[in-house]
């Protein structure tokens, strides 16, 4: 079976390689990249506002999921792990507003430099990208991350993030974290991973 959809993975890798964003959202992502320097990419799905069932972390579930992180970025970066030298971490949302009132008690929690959606968004001058044009160049700064992408494996969207990263031959062991458990997301045309289930898109 494997054999028979090579031919389709194949595909899929192709067309990941060559998704671009249009030419001003590329330049703002590559721009706000290039002030980050060597940077972590986090991407955090946090439950909807307005009540109700969505998925996502709630207040509590972020806060215990900031300790895994922590322990994912010491892995990757090792002695670097500590200010001035660790790295700078990018924290990606849906909701950013709510990373900015945390931002504070964030980069307390992880002993390092974290930046939000609204850092970028202040130093970018003009009219600041917003909705749509705000998540994307977002998403393509998770892509862009010189020292690695952490997220969940059960988001479609950091799943996507992730298989840009695999399809740029990012090295596997920065292309994708999961956040909770630390280990390699492997890029979702493995067969491990179909077996698996959940993680293909």
């Known amino acids: ?56 972390l709630n207040a509590s579930g972020f806060k215990a999921q900031l300790q895994s992180i922590r322990q994912v970025i010491r892995a990757l970066v090792g002695n670097r792990f500590t200010e001035p030298t660790g790295p700078t971490v990018y924290f990606a949302s849906n909701r950013p507003g709510v990373l900015r009132a945390q931002q504070r008690a964030i980069a307390e929690a992880l002993g390092l430099r974290v930046r939000t959606w609204f850092d970028l968004a202040a130093a970018m001058g003009g009219e600041r990208p917003r909705g749509l044009r705000a998540a994307l160049i977002e998403h393509e700064l998770c892509v862009l991350a010189p020292a690695g992408f952490i997220g969940s494996a059960w988001s479609t969207w950091a799943n996507l993030i992730g298989s840009r990263r695999h399809a740029a031959r990012m090295p596997t062991a920065i292309a994708y974290l999961d956040a909770t458990s630390g280990s390699r997301v492997p890029s979702c045309d493995t067969s491990a991973v179909r077996r698996a289930g959940g993680l293909s898109f």
Not at 16 to 21: E, F, H, K, S, T
Not at 27 to 47: D, T
């Open 1 to 56: 079976a494997d054999r028979a959809l090579s031919p389709f993975w194949d595909a899929q890798r192709l067309v990941l390689a060559q998704l671009r964003l249009a030419q001003p959202l590329q330049e703002a992502a590559q721009s706000a990249a290039s002030r980050l320097g060597k940077y972590v990419a986090v991407h955090v799905r946090l439950k909807d506002q307005g009540g109700g069932w969505s998925k996502g």
